[in-house]
């Protein structure tokens, strides 16, 4: 760009009052500086752009071309201003989340509700998928923050906070006796076992689990959702490896029954990602703030 931005501004004033004085006035400026700032655009672009006349002055043919142009590009600069002034007023912007289905009940909604409330002009756009998924779109800006299981290594994210999130085995009515004692692995094993399907990190953990008391284990169903896991289990189907906040309600009213294992299942951990070096987006900062406070 080979002309100061405030000169187009001058040129523009002056194009609209026909009158360098009238432009002056209205920039709060003299006329002379006016006048100088005009010549030095013409000398930077190396043309004529008004026609000085005794009353005034007027646009010359390439002044016309100029203003056209410049005229347009201070539109969109105010159309600009216009628009970081509502992202900062958050009536306008995105919020966009990755979660596990696990966690999206118990854990996000409750805060997506308040923010949602607190502000309603912001669009929250909502992803589930597994964990490697939500890093790997975080890493390349397509999500704000991600709900994940821990742990997580990796150079390029930051988790500002973590919860403890408890697993428990629940069975169905039909193995209502089971309940009666704590049961070790291998009494375990005798039940039919209900999984998600290999590749999820809920899937490793439990099995992870099984392996550290000397057991492969395997799963006689293996299903896609913690609701397909609940449903199965309720059904009679076998033992399922739940968040214990998930079925809580299940267990309270009786259609589920929570066994007691010899080696308690540990916490699982679940961490709020996000992409280190880049600044968050004011409605992600904001819906941070609200979760850490």
């Known amino acids: 760009m080979i002309a100061n931005t405030e000169w187009y501004r001058i040129f523009l004033h002056a194009a609209d009052s026909s009158n360098l004085t009238k ?5 709060h400026m003299t006329q ?6 005009i010549k030095q655009l013409e000398k930077a672009l190396g043309v004529s752009l008004f026609d000085r006349l005794s009353k005034g002055v ?3 043919q390439e002044g016309q071309a100029l203003y056209q142009h410049v005229r347009q590009a201070f539109e969109e600069l105010e159309s600009a201003e216009r628009r970081m002034k509502k992202l900062k007023q958050f009536r306008e912007g995105h919020l966009r989340i990755g979660a596990n289905g696990a966690i999206v009940k118990d854990f996000l909604l409750p805060l997506l509700d308040q923010f949602h409330f607190r502000y309603s002009d912001i669009h929250i756009k909502l992803s589930q ?3 490697s998924l939500i890093l790997e779109r975080l890493k390349h800006g397509s999500l704000d923050l991600g709900y994940v299981y821990l742990p997580v290594s990796d150079e390029k994210i930051e988790i500002v906070t973590s919860y403890a999130l408890p697993y428990c085995v629940v069975v169905g009515r039909d193995f209502a006796d089971w309940s009666l004692e704590p049961l070790t692995t291998e009494r375990l094993m005798e039940l039919p076992l209900l999984m998600l399907s290999p590749g999820s990190t809920t899937r490793s953990f439990i099995e992870g689990w099984f392996r550290l008391q000397g057991v492969e284990a395997e799963a006689d ?5 913690l609701e397909m896991l609940t449903e199965f289990a309720e059904r009679g189907y076998g ?3 739940m968040p214990r906040d998930f079925v809580t309600s299940r267990i309270l009213s009786g259609s589920l029954m929570e066994l007691r294992t010899v080696v308690p ?5 679940i961490g709020i990602a996000v992409r280190k070096h880049s600044s968050p987006s004011l409605a992600a900062e904001a819906f941070l703030e609200m979760l850490l406070n």
């Open 23 to 27: 432009a002056a006035q209205s920039l």
């Open 32 to 37: 002379p500086s006016v006048s100088y700032a």
């Open 58 to 60: 007027r646009l010359t």
């Open 129 to 131: 998928g597994q964990t």
């Open 221 to 225: 169903f293996e299903l896609n959702s």
């Open 239 to 241: 033992a399922a490896f």
């Open 265 to 269: 299942l540990p916490d699982r951990h």
